[in-house]
Nanobody
Framework: VQLVESGGGFVQTGGSLNLSCAASGFTFDDHAIGWYRHAPGGNYEKVVCINRMDNITYIRNSVEGRFAISADDAKNMIYLQMNNLMPEDSATYYC?????????????????????????WGQGTQVTVSS
């Protein structure tokens, strides 16, 4: 399994970014997929995830209405569209995946937000939002 993010950058408050994640080595149907973020000095936060087995899409409260996750099976791509960005969204964003095998699918998504829910992580892409 390999996950490679791109699309991060520097934007002003209110701007938009579309993060991309090139996925390989697995299929989306039996994996939970999503995005986490980590700001310096803060905790890792689960931002969004998709669980197709239960048809669940989880979106963190603080980004609901502004962020959206999507996946393109044909291209093996996972996207995170981020609109109306705020300075508090500044962080390194990680694309994640976990095979739904040892636990029920809801363990992974929505899950509890623990980083151990996902065992495949990309290298991260930096997002900086200026005030």
């Amino acid at each position: 399994v390999q996950l490679v993010e791109s699309g991060g950058g520097f934007v002003q408050t209110g701007g938009s970014l579309n993060l991309s994640c090139a996925a390989s080595g697995f299929t989306f149907d039996d994996h939970a997929i999503g995005w986490y973020r980590h700001a310096p000095g803060g905790n890792y936060e689960k931002v969004v995830c998709i669980n197709r087995m239960d048809n669940i899409t989880y979106i963190r409260n603080s980004v609901e209405g502004r962020f959206a996750i999507s996946a393109d099976d044909a291209k093996n791509m996972i996207y995170l569209q981020m609109n109306n960005l705020m300075p508090e969204d500044s962080a390194t964003y990680y694309c994640v995946a976990a095979r739904i095998k040892w636990y029920t699918s809801s363990y992974y998504c929505p899950g509890a937000g623990d980083v151990y829910e996902y065992h495949h992580w990309g290298q991260g892409t930096q997002v900086t939002v200026s005030s």
